[in-house]
């Protein structure tokens, strides 16, 4: 557990943990200030929403975008459900018109800054299915390059290639075909 006393020392904080100084989770409590409060304030939120997409042979929907793999989610709309969001994120990524929704899995947090403001996302991640007889088509103009199915072999590779926030949500889909 780290105390913080301040907003000032939160920031700090922040900054240390952004530049890889302090790796993993932490646990941050404010002495005599709402240090939750403070981090959100200084954070524009942002709520998307993704899919664990499987396919008849259990093997899982990736993206690559900007080099990296990564799963097919979004930014939910104003006046849009988590879940349809989630739904119409996948069909938009990857082409894809038949996407069932089965169930909520998890949900990540990270931070990240563009264009010198610092956002805080929240993903709600669902367990999809979908077919591999539908032609899978990357929204390039969302950055995406490649769509792919991955079997367990290619969700190793996966993982040695993506986003820190994403190895829990891999993870889960591990314990489900496993």
């Not at 849009?80 to 949900?107: F, H, N, T, W, Y």
């Amino acid at each position: 557990m780290i105390g913080v006393r301040s907003t000032k020392e939160l920031q700090a904080l922040v900054a240390e943990l952004n530049t890889g100084v302090v790796e993993g989770g932490v646990d941050v409590r404010g002495i005599g200030f709402d240090a939750w409060q403070a981090f959100c304030d200084d954070h524009v939120f942002v709520l998307a929403a993704g899919g664990l997409v499987v396919d008849e042979g259990s093997r899982l929907l990736a993206i690559k975008r900007l080099g990296k793999w990564d799963l097919p989610k979004g930014k939910v709309e104003k006046g849009e459900s988590i879940e349809v969001g989630a739904v119409r994120e996948v069909q938009e990524e990857c082409g894809l018109i038949d996407v069932k929704l089965v169930r909520p899995i998890m949900s990540t947090w990270h931070t990240y800054e563009r264009k010198g403001r610092q956002y805080l996302k929240r993903t709600d991640w669902f367990l999809m299915n979908a077919s591999a007889t539908e032609r899978l088509t990357a929204q390039v103009e969302e950055d995406i390059e490649e769509v792919r199915w991955l079997d367990e072999a290619g969700v190793r590779m996966m993982e040695a290639e993506t986003y820190p926030s994403l190895l829990p949500v891999l993870k889960a889909w591990h314990s489900l075909s496993s």
